[in-house]
C-alpha cells in the first residue's frame, strides 16, 4: 500500500511539473511574439493597443479654433526655382495676437497626391484637437499642416519622392521662420538660436509620404524639433521602402542620428493593423523595440482593424499628441 502510495505522489508530482513548465514555455513563447509583433503587450509603455477617439470628441466642441491660409516664399528644392507655397494654419480657440501667451507648435505632412489641407479637410482633427484643448488632454497648441510639393497638387509618385528629403531647406530656410515670426510660438525670434533654444515647444507629424518626411526631418532637424509622429511611416535612409526592405541597416542609420547629436527627443509612431503598408512600417518599428538605445525616447503603437487612411490618422494623433511637450 505504502509503494502505491509513494507511486502516485511521484506521479502527481511528475504531471504538476510537466504542467508548470507547459506554462513558462508557453508565456516565454508568447511574450516574444507580443514583443516582436510590436502591438499586442499591454503591460509596457513602449508599445501597445493605440485607444479609441470617444465619440463625443469627434463632434464641434464649445470652444472652436479657426483656421487660417498663409503664402510665403520659398524654393523649389529640387530645381531652385523661386516660388511661393500654401499653409493651412489652425489657431486654438482664444488664441489672441495681443496675448503675451506662448503656444507649442505641430507641422503636419500629408501623405502621397495630397495638399498642404488635407488634414483640415478630409479628417475629423480639427474637432478632436478642440475637445482635447477643451477637456485640458493637451494644452492650446497651433498647427501648421504644409505642403512638400512645389505646386500644392497630386504628382506622380517619382516627383513625390524626389521632394520629400529637401523639405527641411524648405522648413529650416523658409516656412518656419515665416510662420513663428508672424504667430505666436515659444521662439523669441527667428535666430537660429532662438529656434534652437525653442524646440521643445515644436513637433512634427506626418502620414503616409508624410510620415516619411517626418523621418526626414528627425534625420535633419532635431536641432529644431525635439516631438515627432511618423504615421504609417518608415525611414528611406538606406533606400525607398528602407522599412520593408532593410529594416535592420535603416535602424542602424537612425541609431548613427542619434548618436551624432546631444539633443534629447521623442517618437511616437503609429500604424493600423490592416495598413497597406503595415510590413513596410512594422519591420522597422519591431527592429526599434529591440535596442535599448530607443527605451525612453521611442514607443509604437498599433491601431486594430484600422487602415491606410485618415481616420487611422485622426487615431494616431489622438494617442500621441499628449505624449509630447511634456
Known amino acids: 500500500m505504502k509503494k502505491k502510495i509513494v507511486t502516485l505522489i511521484i506521479v502527481i508530482i511528475l504531471l504538476v511539473a510537466i504542467v508548470l513548465i507547459g506554462f513558462v514555455i508557453f508565456n516565454k513563447d508568447n511574450s516574444k511574439q507580443n514583443e516582436s509583433t510590436g502591438g499586442n503587450n499591454m503591460n509596457t509603455e513602449r508599445t501597445g493597443w493605440a485607444k479609441d477617439i470617444p465619440t463625443n470628441y469627434k463632434i464641434k466642441s464649445n470652444h472652436q479654433g479657426k483656421l487660417e491660409t498663409i503664402h510665403y516664399d520659398t524654393k523649389d528644392y529640387t530645381t531652385g526655382d523661386d516660388i511661393t507655397k500654401t499653409a493651412i494654419i489652425y489657431l486654438p480657440y482664444g488664441y489672441d495676437e495681443k496675448s503675451d501667451k506662448e503656444y507649442n507648435i505641430l507641422y503636419l505632412m500629408h501623405g ?147 548618436a551624432s547629436t546631444d539633443k534629447d527627443y521623442f517618437i511616437y509612431a503609429g500604424l493600423g493593423t490592416n495598413d497597406a503598408r503595415y510590413d513596410q512600417v512594422n519591420n522597422q518599428m519591431v527592429e526599434m523595440l529591440k535596442r535599448d538605445v530607443f527605451k525612453d525616447t521611442f514607443v509604437y503603437y498599433q491601431i486594430d482593424g484600422a487602415y491606410h487612411d485618415m481616420n487611422a490618422t485622426d487615431i494616431d494623433m489622438y494617442n500621441g499628441l499628449p505624449m509630447f511637450f511634456k
Request: no cysteine; charged share 25%; net charge negative.
Open 112 to 258: 502621397w497626391g495630397g495638399h498642404a489641407g488635407d488634414f483640415f479637410e478630409y479628417s475629423n482633427i480639427v474637432n478632436i484637437m478642440d475637445n482635447m484643448i477643451e477637456n485640458k488632454d493637451i494644452e492650446p497648441l497651433i498647427v501648421v499642416a504644409a505642403t512638400f510639393d512645389a505646386e500644392n497638387k497630386g504628382q506622380d509618385w517619382g516627383r513625390s519622392v524626389l521632394e520629400l528629403e529637401p523639405f527641411h531647406l524648405d522648413f529650416e530656410e523658409a516656412l518656419m521662420p515665416y510662420v513663428e515670426s508672424h504667430y505666436k510660438t515659444y521662439a523669441k525670434s527667428i535666430s537660429k538660436e532662438d529656434l534652437v533654444a525653442s524646440r521643445e515647444h515644436r513637433a512634427f507629424a506626418g502620414f503616409s509620404l508624410g510620415g516619411v518626411t517626418t523621418w526626414w526631418m528627425f534625420k535633419h532637424d532635431l536641432d529644431y524639433i525635439k516631438y515627432f509622429l511618423p504615421m504609417s511611416g518608415d525611414a528611406w535612409y538606406v533606400e525607398t521602402f528602407g522599412g520593408l526592405y532593410s529594416p535592420k541597416e535603416t535602424v542602424d542609420e537612425v541609431e548613427k542620428v542619434v
